[in-house]
């Protein structure tokens, strides 16, 4: 569960709004794509959630407690994959999942079960030993990927997961996230593929120059906009600049 | 040149974060505590820069009388250079070959001498930083002291805009002729690594070495000479002496003779450089990231002892920092390297005949007094394990990485457990290695090393806890190229001024303490439980102030 409640967030001593006044709740068992333009304000957002940035205003509660408040809960049961996949290079992967069961206390045997499964599925069983300096841009993104699914959270907060994923690993992941939610499990996700964005999310949410213009199933946005149009033609409609 | 001249211009931006600076001071009026600190931080240096004129004012003095004034210029301009080649060495190493920037400019249209040639320009401006305030001074009384005419301060103004040029150059040459060899290796990490200790050690062998063995006679002849001190010092690196003959002769026949030769050997060895550059730069660059790799799949049996063992989350990040610095040859050669350099250094200058009168200095120093030989062996072992860039850039070498920190389920507090006892190990290195240099060069006893080594590790804590703070205060995590998080690090020259200022401090508390009745063993004592409580005092605050920070640095 993720709760935003009138978040603000500005640069530049507010000349520059980059989330204003949002609010928004995801509730669990559901998948929910965010979507916007480049620079609406939503890795600002997502960072806001996973207490990378500290919003100006407003409240963001992960399974039901403040973020700011007790940052360390809510960080145990949430797991995060940047759109930029800056891990530590001179580790191998095997030492970059060890570190992530560490920090977030996964016993050793679990960590076995649930590593050997992902980099299975990854295809990065063969380079697992290799430092992280090696791996292309995808086979990164895949390692931490692999890491935040090793936590096995209650909350996934994904920042464009799938740029850069082989298609059988997008495969992969997407039906992993929609186990997840079955299970009762939030997703949070933003991206920019809208054809994913329209098949694979029970919500979407679209954000324009930090603002919330759109919130709701496929369905209610195309109510919302008009019959029978694709989300791409909404999307375009709402955020024409 | 146009080509050369944009390429320099970003490199110069970039690299001071120039734009970056203007667009938070001048646009956000972000960051304006930033140049007051910096402002802060320079005034800071005064009074070391008021002692350190107030010296070089009685050495000049002293070699005056022996008609020895020359020598003044000749070993500014020779330590200036010899800084600049041993620590060129990893600046170039760096910014040539492990930059972030590199894929980006190797696929412009430029060609290998337009990129060094920016590249070089970027470490010029660096070094002319480095050196200002050992040479400058230098200069200044040297010209103000001999009473030299107007003449001498441009020629004084462009020695010192052409000092770092020979050297640096000689380093570009060096490294770019290693990286060829070693980027036809698969274990070129390994190979960086060792070939950058190879020259740093013929580095430290041309000049430790410099004086070799004289006979008394041969000492005679070079001090009854006019400048025979200065050229006794720079007979191994000429470039010192055409510089400070052109110095001491202005603009007569000879100075600009030593003015062709100086000009004309720098212009000469930097052509010679971007020369090189078009032959070898490309070769030891491209390719350079690919690395030996297993691509072996791992057995269910491998892979679940991979994962046989949770650790605690403060020694999964104490792993973390170990490896991430033993395994970037830059931080390695800037951290650990720092830290066993002084030590050898010292052993070494010592152990040569050139130390000798040094080590008789040192002994007379100690001699008949414990009390002193323990502080000062106290101080040494602390610079020899504080005053390195380890503890200071602790958060700013996790750079892009630091969202990693920022949501990870552990309390920055924790965290911070982990880096400092990483930090501290390295200083006890320092610690250690000073000892071992003190007792085997110097042969000081065991009776004044180990309590000297007692106030040592527990200001360790302190200075480490310290380094980090400032540190903490303004982490520098937007950096491309290593070799910024650690050496040209804002950070690392502020914490090493407070160090400085606490060791001052306690050299303050000491003569205080000796003056109110304590002495011997009472005073040691004394020092040791103020320390302690000053060391855990600053664990505890650096890990609360790391609890309130970490919230608030946005990446």
């Known amino acids: 569960m993720i709760e935003l409640r009138n978040v603000c967030k500005s640069y530049n001593k507010g000349l520059l709004r980059a989330v204003d006044d949002l609010t928004l709740a995801v509730p669990p068992g559901e998948i929910f794509g965010f979507l916007g333009p480049n620079g609406a304000g939503k890795t600002t957002t997502i960072k806001m959630i996973v207490g990378i940035l500290a919003p100006d205003s407003g409240s963001i509660a992960i399974e039901g407690r403040d973020n700011r408040s007790e940052p360390l809960a809510c960080k145990a049961v949430t797991a995060f994959v940047p759109d930029e996949p800056e891990i530590y290079e001179r580790l191998t992967g095997l030492e970059y999942l060890n570190f992530i069961g560490d920090v977030y206390g996964v016993p050793a045997g679990l960590r076995a079960e649930r590593a050997g499964r992902w980099l299975d599925k990854f295809e990065l069983s063969a380079v697992a030993g290799d430092p992280i300096q090696t791996y292309s841009h995808g086979m990164r993104q895949k390692i931490v990927l692999s890491g935040a699914l090793l936590v096995e959270p209650k909350v996934f907060v994904l920042d464009e997961p799938l740029t850069g994923l082989d298609p059988r690993s997008a495969h992969h992941l997407k039906e992993a996230m929609r186990g997840h939610c079955d299970r009762g499990g939030t997703l949070f996700f933003s991206t920019h593929v809208m054809e994913v964005a329209e098949k694979f999310c029970d919500r979407i949410a679209i954000i324009h120059k930090g603002r919330l213009i759109a919130c709701g199933s496929l369905d209610e946005l195309r109510r919302q906009a008009g019959e029978s149009q694709s989300l791409e033609n909404i999307f375009l409609e709402l955020t024409e600049p | 040149m146009k080509r050369l001249k944009a390429l320099l211009a970003a490199g110069l931006r970039q690299n001071f974060g120039l734009s970056l600076l203007k667009h938070k001071v001048l646009q956000g009026k972000k960051d304006l505590w930033l140049v007051l600190l910096a402002g802060i931080g320079f005034l800071s240096l005064l009074p070391v820069l008021v002692l350190y004129v107030r010296g070089l004012g009685l050495l000049f003095g002293i070699l005056r009388a022996a008609g020895q004034e020359t020598a003044m210029l000749t070993l500014a301009i020779l330590v200036g250079q010899f800084f600049i080649l041993v620590f060129g060495l990893f600046y170039v190493l760096s910014a040539f070959y492990f930059s972030r920037d590199l ?62 040029v020979i050297p640096l150059a000689l380093a570009g040459l060096l490294v770019m002729a290693m990286m060829r060899c070693v980027n036809v290796s698969r274990k070129k990490d390994f190979l960086i690594l060792v070939g950058s200790l190879a020259l740093l050690a013929a580095a430290l062998f041309l000049q430790l070495g410099l004086a070799g063995t004289r006979s008394p006679e041969e000492l005679v002849k070079f001090f009854s000479a006019a400048d025979g001190l200065a050229r006794l010092l720079g007979e191994k690196f000429p470039p010192c002496i055409w510089a400070s003959r052109l110095l001491a002769s202005g603009f007569s026949a000879p100075g600009l003779g030593y003015l062709a030769l100086f000009a004309g050997g720098s212009v000469a060895v930097l052509l010679l450089l ?15 990231s690919e690395m030996a790799v297993r691509r072996k799949k791992l057995s269910a049996a491998a892979l679940a002892s991979s994962f046989a063992s949770g650790r605690t989350a403060w020694r999964a990040i104490l792993r973390r920092e170990w490896k991430l610095m033993n395994r970037t040859p830059i931080f390695l050669l800037n951290g650990i390297l720092s830290v066993v350099l002084v030590p050898v250094m010292l052993f070494i200058m010592v152990r040569t005949s050139a130390g000798s009168s040094s080590m008789a200095i040192l002994k007379i120093l100690g001699s008949g007094n414990r009390l002193a030989e323990i502080l000062f062996a106290a101080a040494f072992f602390v610079a020899c394990g504080c005053l390195n860039g380890t503890a200071s850039s602790t958060f700013s070498r996790e750079g892009k990485t630091f969202w990693i920190s920022k949501v990870i389920p552990v309390a920055p507090g924790r965290q911070v457990t982990g880096k400092f006892l990483h930090s501290y190990l390295i200083a006890g290195l320092g610690v250690l290695g000073g000892l071992l240099a003190v007792r085997l060069a110097l042969g000081l006893g065991w009776k004044s090393i180990l309590p000297a080594a007692l106030l040592a590790f527990v200001a360790g804590v302190l200075l480490t806890a310290t380094n980090m703070a400032v540190d903490l205060a303004r982490p520098l995590l937007t950096w491309t190229n290593p070799m910024r998080a650690i050496k040209q690090n804002l950070n690392v020259v502020i914490a090493m001024a407070v160090d400085a200022g606490i060791l001052y401090g306690f050299y303050h508390v000491s003569r205080l303490l000796r003056r109110v009745g304590f002495a011997g063993t009472g005073l040691i004592a004394v020092l040791f439980v103020i320390l302690s409580l000053l060391a855990a005092a600053s664990i505890f605050l650096l890990a609360r102030f790391a609890d309130k920070r970490y919230t608030t640095i946005e990446t």
């Open chain 2, 274 to 288: 971007l020369l090189a550059a078009e032959k070898l730069f490309y070769r030891g660059l491209i390719g350079l």
């Open chain 2, 103 to 164: 894929e980006f400019l190797v696929s412009l249209p430029a060609r290998p001498f337009e990129v060094i040639g920016a590249k070089f320009g970027v470490i010029l401006v660096n070094e002319y930083l480095t050196v200002l305030f050992v040479v400058v001074p230098v200069f200044v009384v040297y010209g103000v002291m001999a009473g030299k005419p107007l003449g001498y301060w441009p020629l004084a103004a462009l020695v010192f805009l052409l000092l770092p």
